[in-house]
C-alpha cells in the first residue's frame, strides 16, 4: 500500500463516518468518542510501528488497519445504541461487511486487501488464531495493541470527566458497584482470556484491562508505552475506590510481575 492510498482512504472513511450526522450536522456523544477513539489508535500504531522498527512498506497498510478497525461501530451504535457486541452485534464482521460494501479498499491487489480484511475482523476476538498468515498476524496484532492502549485512554477520561456515570454504555451499561467475580479475578491472575459472561459489573471491566497487561499487548514496544503511560497505576487506584475485595490486589501483582519478567518499568 502506497502512502497516497492511505491518504484516499482515510479521506473515504471521514466521508463514510460523516453520513451518520443528523440533520443539523451533529454526531451523538458516542459516535463522536468512537471517532476520536480511531484517530488516537493510528497514532498508537505509528508509535508501535517505530518502536518495533517496521520497514516503511509496511507502515501504510499498519496504519490503515487501525484507521479501519472499528469502523462497524457506527452502524452497531445507529441501529443498537451500545458497544457490547453480546447485545447487538460483532462490530467487528459488520466493519468487514462496511468495507466491502463502501469498497474502501478497491484498488489494492487482493493479498494486501486480505490481510487488511483479517486484522480488522479479528481485532476483537480473544485470541489470535492459530494458523494465521504471518504476514496477517503481524497486522492484526498490531491493531490489537493499538486497539488496547486507545482504550485504556478512554476509560480514563471517562471516569475523570464524569462521562462514564452519565453514559454508562460506555462500559457495556454495567452496574458501577461490587466486588469482582471470582471467575474474572482467577483468570487476570492465571494470564488468561476473561470470558465475557463472568463479567457483571464496572470492577470486572477494568480487570478486563489490567489482564491485557498480562497477556494482551503483543509487542514490547506497547508494554513499554503502557508503562509510560501508568495504565496499572490508575487501574490500581481506581478499582479501589470501586471495591476492597482481595482479588483486585492479585490482580494487579500479577500484573506487576509480568512488567518485571518482561523488563519493561511500570
Known amino acids: 500500500m502506497t502512502r497516497a492510498f492511505l491518504k484516499t482512504l482515510i479521506r473515504r472513511y471521514r466521508a463514510y463516518v460523516d453520513s451518520f450526522r443528523d440533520a443539523r450536522g451533529g454526531l451523538s456523544e458516542l459516535h463522536r468518542l468512537k ?7 493510528a497514532e498508537n500504531a505509528c508509535r508501535i510501528m517505530s518502536g518495533e522498527n517496521w520497514p516503511e512498506a509496511w507502515t ?11 469502523i462497524g461501530r457506527h452502524v452497531q451504535l445507529r441501529d443498537y445504541g451500545t458497544f457490547r ?31 487488511i480484511l483479517a486484522a480488522v475482523a479479528l481485532h476483537n476476538r480473544k485470541t ?14 498490531l491493531v490489537r495493541d493499538a486497539d488496547k492502549l486507545d482504550i485504556f485512554r478512554v476509560l480514563e477520561e471517562v471516569v475523570d470527566d464524569g462521562s462514564l456515570r452519565r453514559n454508562p454504555a460506555i462500559a457495556w451499561g454495567l452496574r458501577l458497584d461490587g466486588a469482582p467475580s471470582p471467575d474474572v479475578v482467577a483468570a487476570v491472575c ?13 470492577s470486572d471491566f477494568v480487570l478486563i484491562q489490567v489482564g491485557w497487561l498480562i497477556n494482551g499487548l503483543h509487542y514490547t ?4 508505552l503502557a508503562a509510560e503511560r501508568r495504565v496499572l497505576e490508575y487501574r490500581e487506584a481506581f478499582l479501589k475506590t470501586l471495591s476492597t475485595d482481595a482479588g483486585v490486589t492479585r490482580c494487579c501483582d500479577a500484573a506487576r510481575r509480568h512488567f518485571a519478567a518482561k523488563a519493561v518499568g511500570a
Request: aromatic content about 2%; glycine content about 6%.
Open 35 to 41: 471517532i476520536e477513539h480511531t484517530e488516537r489508535v
Open 60 to 70: 501504510a497498510a499498519g496504519e490503515a488497519c487501525a484507521w479501519l478497525h472499528d
Open 85 to 115: 457486541d453480546a447485545d447487538s452485534l460483532d462490530h467487528a464482521a459488520c466493519g468487514v461487511a462496511v468495507i466491502r460494501e463502501e469498497r474502501l479498499l478497491d484498488g489494492l491487489a487482493a493479498a494486501s486487501r486480505a490481510r
Open 128 to 141: 489470535v488464531p492459530d494458523g494465521l498468515a504471518d504476514d496477517a498476524a503481524r497486522l492484526t496484532h
Open 190 to 202: 492465571a494470564g488468561q482470556p476473561v470470558s465475557y459472561d463472568a463479567v457483571r459489573n464496572l
Open 221 to 224: 514496544a506497547s508494554l513499554r
